[in-house]
């Protein structure tokens, strides 16, 4: 039986080359996003679709009972906001509803998915729970200011899954947050190095070596582990 992946937010960007490739490496995919019939791109992939809107927390148990606890494998929280851009991100104008917004997208959703997915987790044989987070959030790495909204969202993200991780480890889940490098993306912007390929690549390389659960681990696309 082929393994199984659900990706979030696989209609573009990181997401929909989630899906490709795994799809090529003979994976059996569920892929999510939160209006199907306008995800061309995703629905021409041999996916199976489901939609689920991040921002609707309340409605992932009833979206966990139409899995009908079939295993899942490995669980790939991507789905993510920027937020409001310009202004919006920087002293003094920070926007605070779309900070809110951000947090509960970036942070509190994927937090929330994998709590409700944790029986699905639990019947396959050696699963692993992937947040997509950022350098931007890393305590060592940013030296930067401004961005407040996203680079504290996805601290926050950290930040659980470090809580996350101490707590499905005894439970035989693997718990990691990768930083899949600038990409080209909607979000990365044009100016960006890395393709989407490139990055999607590398991160299904180190998903593939990460050992047996061990504790909170924060990683580059290609391996190299970030700080905190």
Known sequence: MALHVLVTGGNRGLGLELVRQYLEAGWSVTA????????DALKALDARVEQLDM????????????????????????????????PAQVLPTLDV??????VLVNAI?????????LPN??????PKAIFISTDMASFSVDTGGGEYIYRSSKA???SAVRLLAMDLVPKGITVAALHPGWVHTD?????????????????????DRLASPSGPSFLNYDGRPIGW
Request: glycine share 8%; proline share 9%.
């Open 55 to 86: 921002r609707e927390t309340s409605s992932f148990p009833r979206f966990a009972e139409r899995l009908a606890g079939a295993p899942i494998d490995l669980l790939v929280n991507n789905a993510g906001v920027y937020g409001a851009r310009g």
């Open 97 to 102: 509803p779309s900070w809110l917004d951000t």
């Open 109 to 117: 959703a994927p937090i929330k998915l994998t709590e409700a997915l």
């Open 32 to 39: 999510t996003c939160r209006s199907p019939h306008e995800s």
């Open 187 to 207: 979000m990365g912007g044009p100016n960006a190095p890395l393709s989407p390929r490139t990055s999607v690549e590398g991160m299904r390389a180190v998903i």
């Open 121 to 126: 987790l639990q019947n396959a044989a050696a």
């Open 156 to 158: 926050a993200l950290n």
